[in-house]
């Protein structure tokens, strides 16, 4: 973070000394020209030809063609300085905000684990400010961003001790045992499911052993029926005792 904010203020200063070099040398030019153009200065000599056409004054031409260039690049200064003041402004936000975050992670991680212990107001937000300072990672931050870290940190102690590491981890150890006992008893389902349908199977088989025999039964008594007689016996109504018939 350091190494990128003084890159960016040496690109900066080189950056303002071209424009301060570029303002000069417009001024300069424009005032050798009015200077010239006034008798006080001799104008710029120079050959200038184009083809076999010899132009006269060609370095008057030039010099008041480049001064004019000059003069009229030198509007777009302001306008070229006030976007390097919003981009400064920006990357200065950009990199306080960043470093806030940071600072501010580390002081609500302590926070999580109860390192703080102070309620008092300004006693706490103190005690969060000397905890930054002696961190090690947060050496090459400016004490207002140590302090405004340190005040988010208090304004979210609250935050803080709801969703403690305590409390995170004994939540995730009840969500953890809960989805164990959904696991268990989804399993049990499973294996009273299976259970079901083999008892459906197996009384659709008894059924049909019953159906069968009764069909055999029926089968016999028929065929009993039949051959009785031929026997010599004969069935009473209703499926009573066998009598035996007379002898002719």
């Keep these: 973070m350091r190494y990128r904010a003084s890159t960016s203020g040496i690109v900066t200063s080189i950056q303002g000394a071209a424009l301060v070099t570029f303002v000069a040398v417009a001024v300069v030019s424009v005032l050798a020209t009015i200077a010239s153009t006034v008798g006080l200065l001799p104008w710029l000599k120079m050959s200038l030809t184009f083809g076999d056409l010899r132009i ?23 306008s070229t300085m006030r976007v390097q003041r919003l981009e400064q402004t920006h990357r200065d936000f950009s990199v306080c905000m960043s470093d806030i975050a940071e600072a501010y992670n580390v002081a609500h991680a302590a926070d999580r684990n109860d390192v703080f212990t102070i309620s008092s107001e ?62 268990t008893f989804e399993e049990r389902i499973v294996l009273a499911q299976n259970t079901c349908r083999e008892l459906k199977r197996w009384k659709e088989q008894v059924e049909i052993d019953e159906d ?12 009993l029926t039949d051959i009785l007689p031929e026997l010599g016996f004969q069935r009473g109504p209703k499926g009573g005792k066998v009598i035996k018939l007379a002898a002719e």
């Design 56 to 78: 006269p004054n060609g370095g008057a031409i030039i010099q008041t063609s480049v001064t004019v260039l000059l003069a009229l690049l030198a509007f777009f200064v302001p």
């Design 122 to 183: 300004f006693d706490a937000v103190r005690e969060r400010i000397n905890f930054l300072r002696g961190h090690p990672d947060l050496g090459h931050l400016e004490p207002d961003v140590l302090e405004t870290a340190a005040m988010m940190s208090h304004t979210s102690a609250e935050l803080a001790e709801i969703y403690s590491d305590e409390n995170v981890a004994r939540a995730r150890k009840f969500l953890t045992e809960r989805q164990q006992e959904i696991a």
């Design 212 to 223: 069968v025999q009764l069909s055999q039964l029926k089968r016999l008594e028929e065929e």
